[in-house]
């Protein structure tokens, strides 16, 4: 059974952070680019950032540049994202996304809270 188990999302200051972690299992981890995605209330599911199955390329949203670090750790069948000098724009739900294009295998796991207010 695949399964996605996000954690770590929580209330934050703004400028504080928060680092967000994704267990995977039921599947080859290490076959599957990672992304984190996000969904305010009111407003579309937008890509936060991905990183590639073996962690070669990594890309990220404009808006979280310089602030947000994605990495993976294949022996843990886990992803994180490493979020820095957290804005209230950021208030979300962040969702973890496990992709193999050539599979044609897309799963999402269910999302944790994480909100940037003082």
């Known amino acids: 059974q695949v399964q996605l188990v996000e954690s770590g999302g929580g209330l934050v200051q703004p400028g504080g952070s928060l680092r967000l972690s994704c267990a995977a299992s039921?599947?080859?981890?290490?076959?599957?680019?990672m992304s984190w995605y996000r969904q305010a209330p009111g407003k579309e599911r937008e890509l936060v950032g991905a990183?590639?199955?073996?962690?070669?390329?990594?890309n990220y949203a404009d808006s979280v540049k310089g602030r947000f670090t994605i990495s993976r750790d294949n022996g843990k069948n886990t992803v994180f994202l490493q979020m820095n000098n957290l804005k209230p724009e950021d208030t979300s739900v962040y969702y973890c996304?496990?992709?193999?294009?050539?599979?044609?295998?897309?799963?999402w796991g269910q999302g944790t809270q994480v909100t940037v207010s003082s």
């Open positions: 039921g599947f080859t981890f290490s076959r599957f680019s």
């Open positions: 996304n496990a992709r193999n294009a050539r599979l044609l295998l897309n799963y």
């Open positions: 990183i590639t199955s073996a962690g070669v390329s990594i």
